[in-house]
């Protein structure tokens, strides 16, 4: 049976053209439906007292034979309300019609020209169903409590509340639907963090009210509507590289990581850093806190502090850029990101790479546009107008640095502080200034692959925490002569 949501109100229009045959219309199905539901329906314009009976709106069981329910009138003359005059049986489907030309309007001789019809399906609150599909259930027996549920689930069996998948078996996936947001406990009173739609969750458990989760390793509780279960009846594992999950892999020494979009069935690949020395080459291995490989912690960019200073100057910056983007609009701003790093005590191969990330080299139509490098402002839903204007690429990097990082970012007052790292979202900037979970891992592979070409020197910072960089590499000597004393 195919599942529409459920609402607690509908809204019908009188029709005013003249129709030369009535047609039935049906609204979505409503599933979960209370025992002594009381139903309000809400028309466009006020109705005729005496034409609101139980002739013209009346419900009948699934042998078509009537239930004896309460029609009334509301004060507004708009409101029809159709309450059961003893509950309806639970685990029963019913459906309720409303018969064209029965009700009139107040003003004038328009009815409704079309017959409506609404099934609902009666339930306690917690109901068992068995998935033909995600879209089409199979009603089973409902009960009280949602342990009484779990203890009587069949196989291919899941439990809704309220129109939604509350609870399903070990083994199955849980994806975010779209922008999400999560709360510290059950409650859902106070949020922790966001994502975006299709991030995959590691399924804790199901509360009385909320979904608990682990994101990044830590946990989290979530609204049941924001979420969708998959079964593992209905993951899609195709080969070894299309498992049906995200996953990373060891390549070449470099730890890439795919993330599996469940929803629309689709892969994405970025490079992530230096490949743990757990990882052999070639291996493939899940981790739901991107740091924890076979049971071994590694680190990598999104863990370094980012009041770190690091060893490159502008010109290696744009040496870097230019290898890779011949026609990056960010090549000769490397000595902005060095001077203004030095300035408010922050690492430039950072900065260099957060503008990397955001900004699509520089190429895209926020940065080309605004001179805007970091998205700033740019919001979820309304990016481009969003998001804010500078005079130079110069000023956006300022601004990001005087404005976000030194103010709120990265300073223990501030505002969005998680940590000095770039982090996930479980700590760092990531839980606070992207919906992208991985924000944070994908702009440590940008200052990993920059590193690497530059010749590996700030990784010395993730390997070492008590390595200092003592001189930034001269401006006017070649590298091999600049580089400091290992």
């Known amino acids: 049976m195919r599942w529409f949501g459920f609402f607690l109100f509908a809204a019908l229009f009188l029709g005013f053209a003249t129709c030369a045959q009535a047609e039935t219309k049906e ?62 049986l639970v685990d029963t489907k019913y459906t309720l019609h409303i018969v064209e030309d029965r009700i009139k309007a107040k003003h004038g ?14 339930s306690k609150e917690f109901q068992l169903v068995t998935l033909d599909s995600l879209e089409d259930w199979d009603f089973g027996t409902s009960y009280d409590s949602l342990s009484e549920g779990v203890a009587n689930a069949g196989e291919g069996q899941v439990i809704i509340k309220n129109g939604n998948i509350f609870w399903a078996p070990e083994g199955s996936q849980l994806v975010t639907n779209a922008f999400t947001i999560f709360y510290t406990d059950a409650s859902l009173g106070t949020s922790s963090t966001y994502v975006n739609g299709q991030v995959e969750l590691n399924y804790v458990r199901s509360r009385s009210n909320a979904i608990e989760a682990e994101l990044a ?71 739901w806190d991107g740091t924890t490989f076979n049971g071994e912690e590694a680190t990598f960019f999104n863990n370094l502090d980012l ?59 926020i940065a080309r546009d605004k001179n805007n490098l970091f998205g700033i402002d740019a919001v979820d839903g309304n990016a481009y107008d969003g998001a804010m204007v500078f005079e130079s690429f110069e000023g956006s990097i300022r601004y990001l640095a005087e404005k976000k990082l030194t103010t709120e970012y990265l300073v223990e007052k501030g505002e969005h502080f998680n940590g000095y790292t770039l982090g996930n979202k479980s700590t760092g900037m990531n839980v606070k200034y992207a919906s992208d979970p991985y924000w944070g891992q994908k702009i440590a592979g940008h ?10 020197h700030d990784q010395k910072l993730l390997e070492d925490e008590n390595y200092e960089v003592t001189e930034r590499f001269g401006e006017d000597e070649e590298n091999s002569e600049e580089k400091p004393e290992e």
């Open 217 to 287: 390793g830590k946990r989290v509780f979530v609204k049941p509507e924001d979420v969708t279960f998959i079964p593992e009846d209905f993951q899609k594992i195709e080969s070894d590289s299309r498992p049906g999950a995200s996953y990373y892999r060891n390549v070449n020494g470099t730890l890439q990581h795919t993330i599996y979009r469940a929803l629309s069935n689709s892969y994405v690949t970025y490079s992530y850093g230096k490949a743990p020395d757990s990882l052999g080459e070639g291996e493939i291995v899940t981790s």
């Open 447 to 456: 200052m990993y692959r920059a590193d690497q070409y530059l010749g590996g």
């Open 307 to 365: 009041r770190r200073q690091g060893h490159y100057n502008g010109e290696m910056l744009d040496e870097y850029i230019a290898s890779q983007h011949p026609d990056s609009p960010l090549i000769g701003h490397g000595d902005a990101f060095v001077t203004v790093a030095e300035e408010q005590g922050v690492n430039a191969l950072y900065l260099m790479a957060h503008a990397i990330h955001e900004s699509a080299w520089g190429k895209s139509a």
């Open 27 to 88: 609204w979505g199905e409503k599933i979960n439906v209370a025992p002594d539901k009381t139903w309000k329906i809400e028309f466009n314009t006020e109705l005729e007292r005496s034409s609101v009976n139980d002739f013209a709106v009346m419900v009948e069981d699934e042998n078509e034979i009537g239930y004896p329910v309460t029609v009334t009138l509301m004060d507004d003359d708009k409101t029809v309300k159709v309450e059961p005059e003893t509950d309806y």
């Open 109 to 122: 001789k328009n009815t409704i020209q079309n017959k409506v019809e609404m099934p609902f399906y009666v």
